[in-house]
């Protein structure tokens, strides 16, 4: 016997419709495994009348909200609609209906957390969001169900799909980023309106709902340091590789103590680290666990079938769940343990400056630095001189990211100018 | 208020050590986010005079199963004894005692997953296995409620990290196979009999759990083949390096339609590959669904801390359940679609021989593959000849396993002998 589980859509563009194909093609298989028969009762889209691959019932969609939410049959919502409101809105209605909502919206999500699972918990409601962060790579079930024991301090992320193919055509084929940009564009990798991606936003929501979830305290998206790849140079990439780094749009979330650090930013990661390999659209996180040591999750982080693998196991999940577990946070927990967002982290930084090709230049460059404690760890020219300069790279020693900014800051640009600082991370 | 939860433990060694200094270390994070308290009862151990690094409470320790099993208060076993006997009896007895079991046993579990988790159902006792299989990494967990709604047709997995060991050190160094094991040894990555580990029944023990999970079927241990890397030479790993290909021990399952193959091998794969640089004692499995496509999980697969980490997460999971789930083989649903095993897999083959140097000799190796219908994709002739032979590497297309075993066969050893036969994987 097989129980009949009620679904209405928020929602049915790319990632939707995956959704509903996986359940169409799949359900046979589900129910005879589970036990579940999956019914999508309503489709919520916003134009009635717009061309669609998928030949739904009649019925099915609507372009009223309302048709969704007071279904009273309806047990689950799964919303796809992307972006703040109004699906925060709509969300929060399911919850206060006492629907469950599966969700694939990390911005509505990353932003509005807190409130989401106080309407779910109040209303005996679940809420699922594996979907929400790298598509099928199941993180979010494994941060809440299986790496638990775990004082988790370090989470490296590959988390933007779009970026890091264009970083990976670049290092591999030494392309300069707006060539790979517009082929990413042409071949659907990069949105027409890339901004989301290509600076760093999009890791951003991901790595706030990540870090929360690891280190068990609320890591607001406003915490984090975001800078994108708009400024990365082919240069700079060849660099890094001759110095046996790779470049990746890292984010990264440390914690020590009640000291948390949050950033996305292009990072040097060395070249036969785990990350580095992870190339073109993939997705991956690595991470460090007090007993689990190094971990790393690989996977397809985007596409309408990967993310939809993630929707299904969590409409699966909620429709055999007998009791709905929340994270739980820290600071509600005890709010005098609240986690403090450090802005001053430690690492060692790149630097790749034009300067005079003249004596005496190095020692005053050497300077700035060593005004700030900054030590270098090495110095290379590199090429022939130009207009009377010359490419130098610095790589310093672990030093602190506001040091580092005071000495570049008093560099003399008639004796050099800053070309580029980019972040490494040493594993 | 937090809820009690009574444990016994069988067995203390490596693993359970790390699960008692896990529980102990960190039980007050446990308590104050999931309102959990374990409290480790009895624990059996075989000798109850061996010195031990951790100082047990008086009474604890137990050299009687039945101080364990016995013990009304004692909600779960977790049974870290090893090998079949006495576990799989033990296990049996706590089940039917109604008592869920978390074990960290490939053995047991893989020869007696059936009558165990029968024996779960009828008494409504739990059953919990993640630490059976690569350690830390949460593969089983994803398998059963990450991954479930994909039909999976490819498991590759490195899952022993001391041929794993054996083989990076061996690739990186040129270094010969009975040198490393020996330093394996000295380090404790290999045991003083490493017989389990190199001739490959540790990884055929956990690809029968793997593929009876991710197949919905039962692929039992018997049915996998099984080679060990003992045979493993120095000089086909630097072959294999010059024509792009690095050398794992590979656990491979495949299904397609009711056809199963699964096989324990040496195996060549693509050295961009993901799994090829899965390095030194690292565990990772990769694999394809038909809606996650390619994903690679990566982690410790041994180690006191990472296998706890993951038995820990199990006791908090099977404490806190309301509801046991066990997975369901498709064959018991419906014993008409039982899956098959297939040993006639096709893949492409790297062989290397000693031939004679003389005209005519490639041909008639050649004729032997051709009259097989085994296809050449490459033939190399490697270094200068000594004893008037030289070395001849041959890479097969994808070809049958009885056709190539045919076609080796049925060299002629006068003009041409086997060295050496590995199986490729082309991804």
Redesign the interface.
Known sequence: MSKDVIIGFLGCGNVGS?AWR?LEG?GA??E???GLRFVIRKVLVRDLQKPRDIAFPAGVLTDNPDDVLNDPEIQIVAEFLGGEEPSYTLMRRALNAGKTVVTANKVAFALHWHELQKAAKRNGAGLYY?AAVCG???II??LE???????IDKIFGIVNGTTNYILTRMSKNAEDYATVLRDAQRLGLAEPDPAADVEGLDAAYKLSILASLAF?GRVPFEDVYVEGITHVSAEDIRCGQELGYTLKLLAIAKRNGLNVETRVHPTFVRS?H?LA??SGS?NAVYLH????????????GA?D??T???I??DL??AA?S??H?YP?F?NE??PKVSLRNNTDWQCPFYIRMLAKDEPGVLSRVAKCFADEQVSIAAVQQKGDCHNGRVTLVVITHRAGEKAMQRAITALDGDIATLESMIRVEEE
Chains 1, 2 share one sequence.
């Open positions: 995956g996986l799949f298989d589900i005879h495994r589970a594996e099928a790579i199941p079930h494994s169900e299986s790496l638990q024991a775990n004082r068990h036969d785990p390999n992870v993939f666990g007090h007993a689990c040591k190094e971990m790393m999750f690989l996977g397809r596409g079938m990967p939809a693998s993630a299904v196991s699966e999940r055999s007998c009791m577990r739980t820290e927990v005890n």
